[in-house]
């Protein structure tokens, strides 16, 4: 005869534990898009033998934009990627929808800045959708000159990479 729970029990009580733990565990992950995930991100990046290869020549400057997210803001994350490594430039939050969605892409002062929805971005972090989505989507926006962004596309396909294995909330 099998061992059956009874309310309140051992199995209820540690099942209540488990489910606790998980809760706040996953609240003290860094959501995706905030200075907190930046952070770790920077970290991770920086100790990545495979993206230090890819970006050892590159010397630029590039924005990520994300537009809507959880906490009703537009971001812009700015990263100057040099020899190898990403140090971040800034990082700028705005109430949704608010003048970063306007501002004008100035050629020569960076090489790329992309801007998707959150909801596009949180996509792409989780692997639902590919480059060929990203490519064609009309809710993802790639300014400056493509030839060139091609160039460094093993460099930014490893930092898509590296943020997706990292543990976060979204």
Same mark, same amino acid.
Do not use: C
């Given at each position: 005869?099998?061992?059956?729970?009874?309310?309140?029990?051992?199995?209820?009580?540690?099942? =209540? =534990? &488990?489910? @606790?733990? #998980?809760?706040?565990?996953?609240?003290?992950?860094?959501?995706?898009?905030?200075?907190?995930?930046? /952070?770790?991100?920077?970290?991770?990046?920086?100790? /990545?033998?495979?993206?230090?290869?890819?970006?050892?020549?590159?010397?630029?400057?590039? !924005? =990520? @934009?994300?537009?809507?997210?959880?906490?009703?803001?537009?971001?812009?994350?700015?990263?100057?990627?040099? /020899?190898?490594?990403?140090?971040? =430039?800034?990082?700028?939050?705005?109430? !949704?929808?608010?003048?970063?969605?306007?501002?004008?892409?100035?050629?020569?002062?960076?090489?790329?800045?992309?801007?998707?929805? #959150?909801?596009?971005?949180?996509?792409?972090?989780?692997?639902?959708?590919?480059?060929? /989505?990203?490519?064609?989507?009309?809710?993802?926006? *790639?300014?400056?000159?493509?030839?060139?962004? *091609? &160039?460094?596309? @093993?460099?930014?396909? &490893?930092?898509?990479?590296? !943020?997706?294995?990292?543990?976060?909330? #979204?």
């Amino acid at each position: 005869m099998g061992s059956q729970a009874t309310p309140g029990g051992p199995t209820r009580q540690a099942d =209540l =534990l &488990r489910e @606790r733990w #998980y809760t706040r565990a996953m609240a003290e992950l860094p959501r995706y898009f905030t200075t907190e995930f930046t /952070d770790v991100f920077l970290e991770a990046i920086n100790k /990545d033998a495979v993206f230090q290869k890819a970006a050892r020549s590159m010397r630029e400057t590039i !924005a =990520l @934009r994300g537009t809507d997210t959880p906490d009703k803001k537009d971001v812009e994350v700015r990263y100057r990627v040099h /020899d190898g490594r990403i140090e971040l =430039l800034s990082f700028e939050e705005q109430d !949704a929808p608010g003048p970063l969605r306007t501002t004008k892409f100035v050629k020569g002062s960076m090489l790329a800045r992309t801007t998707a929805p #959150y909801d596009f971005w949180v996509k792409l972090d989780k692997g639902e959708v590919g480059v060929i /989505d990203v490519i064609m989507s009309p809710d993802y926006k *790639l300014e400056g000159p493509k030839l060139k962004v *091609l &160039r460094y596309i @093993r460099a930014f396909t &490893r930092m898509g990479d590296v !943020a997706a294995e990292l543990p976060k909330r #979204y």
